[in-house]
């Protein structure tokens, strides 16, 4: 399907204003937690960004990422919280086997997975991995999966037609495996069914940092950047039972680094830094796609914006959490913000 052309971003914004209420304030009352718009949640324990936040097990779970120290980044850390929605808090669950950071978190018959991303060494920060591991919510541990056929990070996974997705992200692309610029943008889709991992079909544009969603079983992949090219608006769809791919409508803005989430038929898009000549910026926008139209809308600006965050969908809110306020490993923040359609 061929996109359709869309409206400036400031007619969309007059569109959605009758859409949400403004930002209220973090409330123990119930019809504040109903009302639309933005409020705050409970604050993560520390700094975090390049996190991949997953729901498993009604509670989010947050594992990995680059912790800071008076706003910037120090390294990356094993620690692994998971946030109660009946009681509100973040609860110290077991560390990861290592410190990574940009590692994927999904939930998969009923067992949570931590997949690829990075750790660092006296060699270099930005060392790719491959390897796979389970947490046994009984046992509080983690231990060893079938690890990537390849090393693997800054890509996108979810869940769909009973396999587990690992699509798009960073490969190294040659010997040396230490630095970023020791890897290179694919496109490549790998496919796990608890015991073994497969390829499939290739996603349409290779690409990193994009953000993703899964709508009526398709696998919605938006956003991203190449290392070359900056930015992308690309809106690439994957249907796992014909194993292709085809476009829909481009994200109004071109967002790197964003956080995406999906409630019903409809994706959610948040934040992501772009850089430039002055060091970049990071975006306040926030977008809501409608599969049945396919068709973007602006919804409020997020009150904090942020970049390297995660949102995760959880009892019809949306949680955003954590992420950087200034591009790169600058401000690294501990908020998290609650969006409610």
Request: proline share 7%.
């Amino acid at each position: 399907m061929a996109p359709k052309p869309l409206s400036r971003r400031s007619t969309l914004l007059m569109t959605a204003a009758g859409l949400a209420a403004g930002w209220v304030p973090a409330a123990g009352a119930d019809s504040a937690r109903r009302q639309k718009g933005w409020r705050n949640g409970q604050s993560l324990p520390f700094p975090v960004q390049e996190i991949y936040p997953a729901l498993h097990a009604g509670r989010i779970h947050l594992a990995g990422g680059f912790i800071a120290e008076d706003g910037r980044i120090t390294g990356p850390t094993a620690m692994h919280h998971a946030y109660d929605p009946a009681s509100g808090n973040w609860t110290v669950k077991a560390p990861l086997p290592a410190a990574r950071h940009h590692p994927q978190l999904i939930s998969y018959r009923g067992r949570l997975y931590c997949i690829g991303g990075y750790e660092a060494g006296e060699q270099g920060g930005w060392q790719m991995r491959g390897g796979v591991w389970r947490y046994d919510d009984a046992e509080d541990a983690w231990s060893a999966a079938p690890a990537m056929p390849v090393p693997n990070g800054e890509s996108i996974s979810e869940v769909a037609d009973g396999l587990l997705f690992v699509i798009g992200g960073r490969h190294p692309r040659a010997d040396r495996n230490l630095d970023w610029n020791d890897q290179t943008d694919v496109a490549t889709a790998w496919a796990f069914d608890g015991s073994k991992w497969f390829d499939t079909a290739p996603m349409p544009t290779a690409r990193n940092s994009a953000a993703s969603g899964v709508i009526n079983g398709y696998i919605h992949v938006i956003g991203g950047r190449t290392v070359g090219g900056g930015n992308l608006a690309r809106h690439e769809v994957y249907d796992p039972a014909s194993d292709r791919w085809e476009h829909r409508a481009p994200m109004p803005k071109a967002q790197g680094g964003l956080a995406a989430a999906a409630i019903g038929h409809r994706l959610y898009a948040f934040g992501g830094e772009y850089f430039s000549g002055n060091g970049g910026g990071v975006y306040p926008d926030a977008w809501v796609y409608d599969a049945n139209r396919d068709r973007w809308s602006a919804i409020p600006d997020m009150p904090r914006p942020r970049h390297g965050l995660g949102a995760v969908a959880l009892g019809g809110d949306i949680h955003v959490i954590g992420g950087a306020l200034r591009a790169s490993g600058k401000d690294t923040s501990a908020a998290v913000e609650i969006y409610t359609p």
